[in-house]
């Protein structure tokens, strides 16, 4: 089983992001919010680009830690310093999301805050998934 992705014709066409999702039976898995922090703890990446690319990254290692795979996602906040910059980087964001989660677009939300927990972030991901239950054999 899989999750349904559902963009109604009547909103907005979607771009890199589905409107709706409705997750298929299962094992549900959320994650803490996500940094470009390094094994050490410190923050790494020099810019915005850089730092979404091992906050992903970090993403995909907690739910294969918990038994699960990107593709699993249902639920995405992303947590900006600076959202101009984000809009400016949008065509280098693209392919470092792609490297970590394919063309799986879950919902997906964008917000701005004034600042993150270590204040050499710059970007934060929080994930929810669900691990479908293996199908019922007859």
């Not at 906040?77 to 400016?88: A, G, H, M, P, Q």
């Amino acid at each position: 089983m899989t999750h349904h992705l559902v963009n109604p014709e009547t909103l907005s066409p979607p771009t890199g992001f589905s409107h709706v999702v409705v997750p298929a039976a299962g094992r549900t898995i959320y994650l803490a919010g996500q940094a470009a922090q390094l094994p050490d703890g410190s923050i790494g990446g020099a810019g915005l680009v850089e730092q979404f690319a091992l906050a992903a990254a970090n993403v995909a290692t907690a739910l294969r830690a918990a038994g699960a795979e990107p593709h699993h996602l249902v639920s995405l906040l992303i947590f900006v310093t600076d959202l101009e910059d984000y809009r400016v980087r949008l065509a280098e964001i693209g392919p470092a999301y792609r490297a970590v989660f394919g063309r799986h677009y879950p919902a997906i939300s964008l917000f701005e805050v004034s600042r993150l927990f270590d204040p050499a972030a710059l970007v934060e991901l929080v994930a929810t998934a669900v691990v479908p239950a293996p199908a019922a054999s007859d």
